[in-house]
Structures are given as structure tokens and as C-alpha cells.
């Protein structure tokens, strides 16, 4: 069968998982039946895709990554490498919670660091930044940039992942790519 996407000999994408085009599914990966993938997706080494889960275009999964049921990521986000998301709040071996997986929404252009972990049912906001080993048990508001065990707010980052000084009218601007934003009610949104 031809396809419009690479796929590394070593990785199994299985019947009934939907794959965009120009996507990359690299060594040892495994994408399960009954997944979306958009277009332009990069799936690192030993990454999981399980069924259910829903990709938007031009996701980038670093290595070791298992992207559980329940779990949807808008265009644009980035999984580092050995970050986790859960899908069951209270897991027991003996006991099966499958229809008990609660669900995590990553929104657009946002990135989550290494080793960080994503407690099921929280969703994370457009262009939110998730530093390295950060552990997240509570939502996370859009341009947000929040750090450690439990995940604290450090304060906000523009789209370009550059922190976002606001002046005294609730406005700042990205020197990178001059792009301005207004914080209101603890709410950020790009105004031009």
C-alpha cells in the first residue's frame, strides 16, 4: 500500500488508524487502530498512539511518549521527550477502569517539557508552556507558563514561548515578533 507519510520499518501503525499526510513515525513506535494524526505530524522514537486519540496537523512527539485514550492535541503542540499524560484519576491493576478515562485537551501551539506530567481531566490552553518536569494537576489558562510539583504559574509567554511583561494598562508586546497582548480578568489574548 502507498502512502502519503514515512513510517520507520520498526514502527506499526495498525488497520484503522487515520494518518495525514507528510507525517513521520519513527523507530519503535506503535499507532493503535482508531487514531486521527494530521498532517505534518513528527511521532519520535517509542511513541504510543492509542485508540480514540485525536492529532491536529504539524504535532511534534519526542521520544517516549504514550498519548493515551482521552487525550486530543489541537495543531501545533509539542510533547517533549518522556513527558506523560494519564487517563485514569485512581488506577488499580485489579480493578478495570475503561470506562472510566477521563479526557485532556492540549490547545493550539502549545508545549509541554521533558518529563513532565499531565494529571488526566485538565486541559491545557492554547500557547501554554509546561516547563521540564512540571507536574500538572489543575488546569492550565491559555499563554500561561507554569513550572514544578504541583505546576505553579510563573507567569505568561506569547506565541513565540517568550515571557510577556505587562505594564500597568494590561498590555505587552513580544519583542521577537512584536505581537501585542492584553491580560484582562487573568485572561490573555492576542490583540494584534
Not at 495498525?14 to 507525517?23: C, L, P, T
Not at 511521532?43 to 486530543?72: A, D, F, H, M, R
Amino acid at each position: 500500500m502507498i502512502h502519503n507519510y514515512f513510517v520507520h520499518e520498526t514502527a506499526v501503525v495498525d488497520e484503522g488508524a487515520i494518518v495525514g499526510d507528510g507525517v513521520k513515525i519513527w523507530h519503535f513506535s506503535h499507532i493503535m487502530s482508531n487514531c486521527k494524526i494530521g498532517d505534518k505530524c513528527n511521532i519520535g522514537q517509542n511513541v504510543v498512539i492509542s485508540p480514540g486519540v485525536e492529532l491536529g496537523k504539524n504535532v511534534k512527539i519526542q521520544n517516549n511518549v504514550s498519548i493515551y485514550e482521552g487525550v486530543t492535541c489541537d495543531d501545533d503542540v509539542f510533547l517533549g521527550p518522556s513527558m506523560v499524560f494519564t487517563n485514569v484519576i485512581n488506577p488499580r491493576s485489579a480493578i478495570n477502569r475503561r470506562g472510566q478515562y477521563f479526557k485532556t485537551h492540549v490547545g493550539k501551539g502549545a508545549s509541554i517539557g521533558a518529563n513532565a506530567t499531565i494529571v488526566c481531566g485538565h486541559d491545557i490552553g492554547s500557547f501554554a508552556f509546561i516547563g521540564a518536569g512540571a507536574v500538572v494537576t489543575k488546569t492550565i489558562p491559555a499563554y500561561a507558563l507554569v513550572v514544578g510539583n504541583p505546576a505553579r504559574q510563573l507567569g505568561w509567554v506569547s506565541e513565540y514561548g517568550h515571557r510577556l511583561d505587562f505594564d500597568n494598562n494590561g498590555l505587552a508586546i513580544c519583542e521577537e515578533s512584536q505581537q501585542e497582548y492584553k491580560l484582562e480578568n487573568n485572561t490573555v489574548n492576542r490583540v494584534k
